[in-house]
Structures are given as C-alpha cells and as structure tokens.
C-alpha cells in the first residue's frame, strides 16, 4: 500500500516563512536594470561592427494582391486576409462541408438532418407500425374485452400481488374447477356423496326417534348452522379493490407490462441496466485473476496490493488502491528548502 502525504496550513504558513527568510536577504528588481557585471566581449562589439546599415530593415507592404516575396504585410492588409479566410469558412460551414453538401442531407436548411428530428435520432425500424398497435391497450384504455391464455394451476392457492396474468387466472380456474355444481345451484339434489335416510315407518320408535332428532340436530350445528349459505363466490379482490361478480364470474384485468403500471416510471427495464459492476469475489494476487469466462463488468479484490480490478471485455482494469495519508513534517519541509535552496 502506498502512502501518501499532504500539507496542512500550518505547515503551508512554516514553508511561506522560510520562504520570507531567504526573499528578506535579497533586493528588489528594478526594471531597465540588470546585473551589475559587465560580460560584454570585444568579439561581440565586432560581430555588431561588422552588420551592414539597415541590415534588419523589413519594407513593410500595405497592397494584398502585391507580386513582392521579400515585403512584409502591414497589420491593416494581414486583418483583411483573416477576415476574409473566416469569411470563407463559414460559407464553407453554412454549406455543409465535410464528407456531403447541407444541400443534400438538410434540404429544407432547418439545420436538422431531415428525417431525424421526427425518429429522434433513431432509424425507422426501431419505431412499431401503426398497424401493429391495432390490438394494443393503451395504459389508461378499457380493459373489458382483453382476453389472456392460462392453464388451470395443479393446486389451489391465493392469487398475491406480482402474480402474471396467466398464473393469476390459472389459480381462479382451478378454485373453480374444484367447486362442485352444488356451489352454484345451493340444491340438495346436486350433492355427491348424500347419506343414506331410512324412510320412516310406523316401525319407528321413540329410541330411533331420539336418535334421529339428536344427528338432525348436531348437523345442524356442526355443519349447517343457521346463518349457512350456500357456497357461492360472492366477491373477489385485486390488491384490496373488490371486484362484483357477474353472472357468477368476474373479469380480471391485471397489467402484462411494465407500461400498464401505473407507476411505471419508477421501474427500469433490463435494457436500461447496462455497464454495471458485479462483485465476483477477492483473489491472492493479480496473476491469480480468472483468464477466462469474464463478463464486463466483473470485479475482483486483488489481496496483496488492496486493489481491485474489472474486466473490460479484454483485460482486466486496475480501478483503485487503498493509501493512508500523513500529515508533513516541518523537518521534512526544512529538508526539501535546503534541497532547493541550499544552506
């Protein structure tokens, strides 16, 4: 792990100090004034001796269009040549340059490619024809008449919140399946199963009488109280809203995409989770990270250098390190001044 240092302000003050010590000792510049050493040499007084009069003259030349190759453009004649060169770019940029003419990919000079503005930026197969959103619902559009494919479940169960529409119906079908048509109709006649009731016959005697009276009565409690009702669905509920039965059958309508929900901005679609990281483990070392079966976006915690590192597709990429961070010392500072400035 590699450490770090960084300067407090009480150190940056002691630096400045020292600083302060040493520009004390020193005079200020004066401008027009240099050294006070002469190192000017009878060689150099010659070589200037020697250079013709007017050696350095530049004739300057205030006409554009002049044949000269050895004139300088004046300043008024140079800023009239730039003037016309951005004057030329920009008709060249008004034009559309580059690879084709604006002419050719923005005919009707909105300065938008033509065609884009309307697929914002996308080509026409990403759009759904019209034709095919003829039996689409839209998110706040009558549901009535939707119709949906299911296979009755193999046991009963509660519909509960997150269920598909298929699986939802497929519970209901087989609640349904299993009801017998004594549950519709409340007739005797349709019972399965009925006990057997001996006719009564002059034979009947006061014991058996008894005895009738007391199961006619605890059937009565046990299993046909007074408040029994025959065993009809009388009402069913989608997340808590009750929804009346008609017909003995009601109507369902439970979202099948993201779109239908009425939150559905706050719900990413798998194609938004894109470029992410995922945790794969630590490993010894960086020669110990997995050459192969990677996906991008792997990542892993190298243990002796406290680094980790993803996989780009190609390689694998250092993303950090850990480091601790100290404070320096006057006596470090005090050593990197003489370093820089001597004694």
Excluded: C
Excluded at 123 to 135: E, H, I, P, R, V
Excluded at 186 to 195: I, R
Excluded at 213 to 221: N, R, T, V
Aim: glycine share 8%; hydrophobic share 35%; aromatic share 8%.
């Amino acid at each position: 792990m590699a450490n770090k240092k960084y300067q407090d302000s009480n150190g940056v003050l002691y630096l400045l100090q020292l600083l302060k010590s040493q520009f004390d000792t020193k005079v200020d510049k004066v401008d027009g004034k240099g050294l006070s050493t002469n190192d000017y040499t009878t060689e150099e007084k010659n070589k200037l001796t020697n250079i013709e009069a007017q050696a350095n003259k530049t004739t300057i030349n205030n006409t554009l269009t002049s044949d000269s190759t050895t004139d300088a453009l004046s300043a008024a004649q140079g800023k009239a040549l730039k003037t016309r060169i951005d004057e030329v770019e920009q008709e060249i940029e008004q034009a559309g340059g580059g690879d084709m003419l604006r002419s050719t990919y923005d005919q009707d000079m909105d300065g938008v490619v033509d065609n884009a503005k309307a697929l914002e930026g996308h080509g026409a197969s990403y759009f759904a024809k019209t034709t095919a959103l003829d039996d689409k619902l839209d998110t706040d559009g009558d549901g009535s008449s939707v119709t949906a494919t299911f296979t009755a479940a193999g046991s009963r169960g509660n519909i509960t919140s997150g269920d598909t529409l298929g699986v939802i119906f497929g519970k209901l079908a087989k609640w349904f399946n299993d009801l017998k048509t004594v549950a519709f109709t409340g007739n005797y006649s349709d019972l399965t199963n009925k006990p057997t009731i001996p006719t009564v016959t002059n034979d009947l005697t006061d014991a058996l009488k008894a005895n009738y009276d007391a199961a006619y009565a605890y059937s009565q409690e046990a299993h046909a109280p007074a408040n029994a009702q025959a065993n009809v669905i009388e009402s069913v509920q989608v997340n808590g809203t009750a929804l009346t039965p008609s017909g003995k059958a009601v109507n369902v309508v439970v979202p099948t995409k993201v779109s239908d929900l009425s939150d559905a901005g706050n719900y990413a679609l798998k194609s938004d989770l894109t470029n992410v990281y995922k945790y794969k483990g630590s490993v010894a070392s960086v020669s110990a990270l997995p050459a192969s079966g990677n996906t991008a976006g792997d990542v892993y915690n190298v243990e002796d250098t406290d680094m980790n590192y993803a996989w780009n597709g190609t390689a694998w990429d250092p993303l950090g390190e850990l480091f601790s961070i100290e404070s320096i010392t006057n006596a470090e500072i005090d050593t990197m001044f003489t370093e820089v400035f001597g004694s």
